[in-house]
C-alpha cells in the first residue's frame, strides 16, 4: 500500500474516509482536482472507495493525467480489499475495452469474483463467459446459473438467455411453459429479440393472439430497428391475412429492410415496383431491384432474371442492379 500512496501528501488522517469519499463525489463535477485529493487522502487510510475513486478519474484523466496502468494498480488494490465495484472494472478492463490488453483468464476471473461478491451487473457477464468459453471451457450450467441470478435481479436481457436456454434445454432441462414466462417479461421490459419471440410464437399458435398479436410485437420490436422483426411485420401487411392489409405500409418496411442489402426485401421491392402493388408502378424500378436482390442471393431473383436472359436476346432495361 505504501507503493501506491508515498507520493501524495495527506492533509489528515482524522477524517472519517466514508465522510471524505462522499466529499469526494460531491466535489467531482465542480472542483476534480479537490475530488482525486479527497479519494487519496481516503486511500491513504486504507478505504477501498478511496482507491476506486482514484482509479476511476486515472482512467478518464480527470481530475489527474490518465494513468491505465496506475489505474489497475488501485482497482486491484481494493479488489483485493474486496470491493466488488474494482473487481467488476478490472474484468470490463480485462476484456479488451478502454485501451488495456485483452486477457480473457484476468476477465474470468474478476467477472466471477464480482458475481460471488454480489455485484449484479457482474451475473449477466461471466454467464456469457461460460456459455461462449471465454477464457475458460464451456460450462453450460454455469452460464445458466449466471443468467437466472440476473433475470431475477431485473436484468431484461438475462430473462431472454434464460428464456432460451429452457427453450432449447441449454444448461438447464427443457421448459417450453417457463421459456414462454422469460421471453415474455424481457419482451414486456422492451428487448427486440424477445418481442420478435413472441411475435412468433403468437404467430405460430404457442401462445394466443394469433396475427394481431404477432404484428403488435414485431411493430414494437421494429421501431427498435430490429430488421427481421420489420420485414415479418412487412409481410404480414402484404398478406392481410387475419389482420387489416395495408400495402402502403409493407412497401414502406420492405423498403426500410431493402436499404440494408436484404436480398428477400430487395426481390419484395422489385415485385411491388414491377406490379404495382402499395407503390406505383415502374417496371424499370422492379427490374432493378430485381437484379439487386438476385446480386444479394435471392433465389427467386435469381431464377426470374435467368429466365428473362435466355429468352431474348438483348436487354430493353437494365437488370443488372446498376
Not at 476471473?109 to 475458460?136: S, V
Request: net charge negative; with cysteine.
Amino acid at each position: 500500500m505504501h507503493k501506491l500512496i508515498s507520493a501524495y501528501h495527506f492533509p489528515s488522517a482524522m477524517t472519517d474516509p466514508l465522510e471524505l469519499c462522499q466529499m469526494a463525489v460531491e466535489s467531482y463535477q465542480s472542483d476534480p482536482q479537490r475530488a482525486y485529493s479527497l479519494f487519496t487522502e481516503a486511500a491513504a487510510a486504507g478505504h477501498p472507495n478511496g482507491f476506486f475513486g482514484m482509479a476511476e478519474m486515472k482512467v478518464a484523466g480527470f481530475g489527474t493525467e490518465r494513468d491505465l496502468d496506475g489505474a489497475i494498480e488501485l482497482y486491484r488494490t481494493a479488489a483485493e480489499a474486496g470491493h466488488p465495484p474494482s473487481m467488476y472494472r478490472l474484468g470490463v478492463l480485462y476484456s479488451g475495452t478502454g485501451g488495456v490488453g485483452e486477457d480473457p483468464a484476468q476477465c474470468k476471473h474478476w467477472f466471477e469474483m464480482a458475481a460471488e461478491a454480489g455485484m449484479e451487473q457482474a451475473y449477466p457477464e461471466i454467464g456469457g463467459i461460460y456459455l461462449y468459453g471465454y477464457g475458460t471451457p464451456q460450462d453450460p450450467e454455469k452460464a445458466y446459473h449466471w443468467y437466472r441470478k440476473a433475470a431475477e435481479a431485473g436484468d431484461p436481457l438475462s430473462m431472454f438467455k434464460v428464456g432460451y436456454m429452457c427453450s432449447e434445454g441449454v444448461g438447464t432441462e427443457r421448459d417450453e411453459s417457463e421459456a414462454i414466462r422469460m421471453f415474455r417479461m424481457s419482451a414486456v421490459a422492451g428487448v427486440p429479440e424477445a418481442q420478435f419471440k413472441m411475435a412468433t410464437l403468437a404467430r405460430d399458435g404457442k401462445v394466443p393472439g394469433g396475427l394481431k398479436v404477432a404484428a403488435s410485437w414485431y411493430s414494437s420490436a421494429s421501431d427498435q430497428g430490429f430488421m427481421p422483426a420489420t420485414f415479418n411485420l412487412a409481410t404480414i401487411l402484404y398478406e392481410g391475412d387475419g389482420v387489416d392489409k395495408d400495402l402502403g405500409k409493407a412497401f414502406e418496411l420492405y423498403s426500410r429492410v431493402a436499404e440494408t442489402g436484404d436480398g428477400d426485401a430487395l426481390f419484395m421491392v422489385g415485385r411491388m415496383y414491377f406490379e404495382g402493388i402499395g407503390v406505383e408502378k415502374d417496371q424499370v424500378k422492379g427490374f432493378e431491384f430485381f437484379g439487386r436482390a438476385a446480386t444479394a442471393g435471392n433465389a427467386l431473383a435469381m431464377e426470374l432474371l435467368d429466365n428473362i436472359r435466355r429468352r431474348q436476346n438483348t436487354q430493353f432495361v437494365r437488370i443488372d442492379g446498376t
